[in-house]
């Protein structure tokens, strides 16, 4: 008998005082089978917005190289950055098309365009707008962390080490999860990404 085995992740995103960041862990596993130990799965789509995932990394490398082509056309069309919620209706619209043969993939979709903003997609494209959230296999051990210490206007350097300290908790009960962390930084001033190690 076969099993599907559907690949563990956790991702996580904050809204902090000018801006959003987000953090992944680098591993792709599928059951036992360790796949990958250096996976990127956080994704600037513009230089505003920025996405991070869970689930089938190749369905949201399609996902976020469409949605950033569509993000360039609509750029052109309104003559002004896309804010985060218009490239959150994109990919919702997408994946909501898809239903059927859906893209196996959970997303965080946030960015600085005016107000920072995060929004998360389910794989059908159900958007729902938060402070902070965190999606896959090791969400309720990063949520653990989220939930007592995310506070509303947080500095940038407060949000980037919750976010890590997220990751890292998940990391050390999910076996699904590890390897490093990968953070993207969005603010109105662009993007900032760097990894370290979990």
């Known amino acids: 008998m076969s099993y599907m085995y559907m690949p563990g992740a956790t991702a996580v995103g904050v809204q902090f005082d000018g801006g959003v960041v987000f953090a992944s862990e680098k591993r792709i596993a599928y059951g036992n089978l360790l796949v990958s130990k250096s996976t ?48 959150a209706k994109m990919m919702s619209n997408m994946m909501y098309e898809r239903r059927y043969f859906p893209l196996l993939t959970q997303v965080i979709v946030g960015g600085v365009v ?16 938060d402070k902070y959230a965190a999606v896959g296999t090791g969400a309720e051990m990063a949520l653990g962390v989220l939930d007592p210490q995310f506070k509303d206007g947080m500095s940038e350097q407060d949000a980037v080490e919750l976010v890590k300290k997220a990751i890292r908790a998940a990391s050390l009960r999910d076996t699904a999860s590890g390897d490093g962390i990968d953070v993207l930084v969005m603010t109105k001033d662009g993007a900032k990404e760097f990894t370290e190690p979990s």
């Open 114 to 129: 005016g107000e920072p903003a995060i929004y998360t997609l389910d794989p059908l494209g159900s958007i729902l707008p």
């Open 40 to 87: 990127k799965k956080v994704f600037q789509i513009t230089s505003k917005v920025g996405a991070v995932c869970a689930g089938l990394v190749a369905d949201m490398q399609i996902l976020s190289l469409q949605i950033s082509a569509l993000s360039k056309i609509r750029t052109m069309e309104i003559e002004r950055d896309v804010p985060p919620n218009t490239v």
